[in-house]
């Protein structure tokens, strides 16, 4: 059966300092992968979205970007966090119709 | 482009009652509608979904039908439970656009008093 980690579950990281987040999909293959972020009474805000390795979409203009160096692994970054980055980070994957969410990461910037 | 609207919350009831979330979207092509639900603190899970027109996604007492002719996808269920306490997104994908986004409202928070 399909699964999908992510990983950290919460993180609190100072303001200016850099950001990684993993999702990793196990039981499938080329897989279409996510990013959302779920700010506090905005709801879910697609951020990157990729249909292939090294394949990226960019929703919303914003100091994070995100990477697929391999078919079931994505990655969201930043160089430099905001206090407003803070929020529930989502990865999702997609095949055919349906998506399946990760536990979510909460990010807090201080 | 693509976009799902769905009613404000949040929804507060009381245990057994009607519950209706309304939803409708925009999209280019002929989209898969879902519904998701999200329990606190935790990601979101696919609550149903329906692929064409007319067709009726159920599940756990939660209904929905897909309306072609009013763009709508509304959620009801006949008597909530407290359990049902949770954020209930609507989404659109809408594949035959070439598109692969997958598209969400913004929530609608529900919360069920005994």
């Known amino acids: 059966s399909q699964t999908i980690h992510q990983w950290p579950a919460t993180l609190v990281q100072p303001v200016g300092s850099p950001l990684s987040l993993e999702c990793t999909v196990e039981?499938?293959?080329?897989?279409?992968l996510y990013w959302y972020r779920q700010a506090a009474g905005r709801g879910l805000q697609l951020l990157f979205y990729?249909?292939?390795?090294?394949?990226i979409s960019s929703e919303v203009p914003q100091n994070l970007s995100a990477s697929r160096p391999q078919d079931r692994q994505f990655i969201l970054s930043s160089k430099k966090l905001l206090l407003s980055d803070s929020g529930f980070y989502l990865c999702a994957w997609k095949q055919n119709t349906e998506a399946f969410f990760g536990q979510g990461t909460r990010l807090t910037v201080v | 482009g693509d976009s799902v609207t769905q009613m404000e919350g949040p929804v507060t009831l009381s245990e057994e009652a009607f519950l209706t979330i309304n939803c409708t979207y925009t999209a280019t092509g002929y989209p898969s509608l879902f519904w998701y639900v999200q329990y606190p603190g935790e990601g979101l899970q696919l609550l149903l979904k329906?692929?064409?027109?007319?067709d009726k996604g159920s599940n756990k007492g939660f209904e929905a039908t897909y309306r072609k002719e009013t763009t709508s996808f509304h959620l009801e269920k006949g008597s909530v439970q407290v359990s049902d306490s949770a954020v209930y997104f609507c989404?659109?994908?809408?594949?035959?656009?070439?598109?692969?986004?997958?598209?969400f409202g913004k929530g609608t928070k529900l919360t069920v008093n005994p």
């Open positions: 329906a692929t064409k027109a007319d």
């Open positions: 990729s249909v292939g390795i090294g394949q």
């Open positions: 989404a659109l994908s809408d594949h035959q656009g070439g598109s692969e986004k997958l598209v």
């Open positions: 039981g499938t293959s080329n897989p279409n």
